[in-house]
C-alpha cells in the first residue's frame, strides 16, 4: 500500500482545507498545513491542481518561490501573505 504525506491547503475562496497527497519526504502520513511542509513535501505537489469540496473552486498548490533571499520558509510565507491581502 502506498504511503504519502498530506498537505491541507486552503481554499482560495472560502478557506476551507483541501488535501493534498505528497510522495515528496518521508512519506508517513503527516498531516501539514501550508506552507509549513518540507521542501521535499512541498516540491512534490507544486502545481497539483484540485478543486474545493465545499464551494468547487478548482485550485492549484502554489509554485515554489525559486529565485529568493530569504530562506525559503520565509519566501513562502511572504508570497501567502501578499496572496491574501490582495484580496
Ligand atoms: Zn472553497
Known amino acids: 500500500m502506498g ?3 498530506r498537505v491541507w491547503i486552503p481554499c482560495p475562496r472560502c478557506g476551507q482545507p483541501r488535501e493534498f ?6 512519506c508517513v502520513l503527516a498531516d501539514y498545513y501550508w506552507p509549513d511542509a518540507p521542501v521535499a ?3 512534490d505537489i507544486a502545481f497539483d491542481t484540485g478543486w474545493c ?3 468547487r473552486q478548482p485550485f ?3 509554485p515554489l518561490p525559486v529565485t529568493c533571499n530569504e530562506s525559503l520558509d520565509e519566501c513562502i510565507r511572504r508570497i501567502v501573505r ?6
Request: glycine share 8%; proline share 4%; with cysteine.
Open 60 to 62: 492549484e498548490v502554489p
Open 21 to 26: 497527497q505528497s510522495k515528496g519526504g518521508e
Open 82 to 87: 501578499e496572496e491574501l491581502m490582495r484580496r
Open 41 to 43: 513535501v512541498l516540491r
Open 3 to 5: 504511503m504519502f504525506d
Open 53 to 55: 469540496a465545499l464551494c
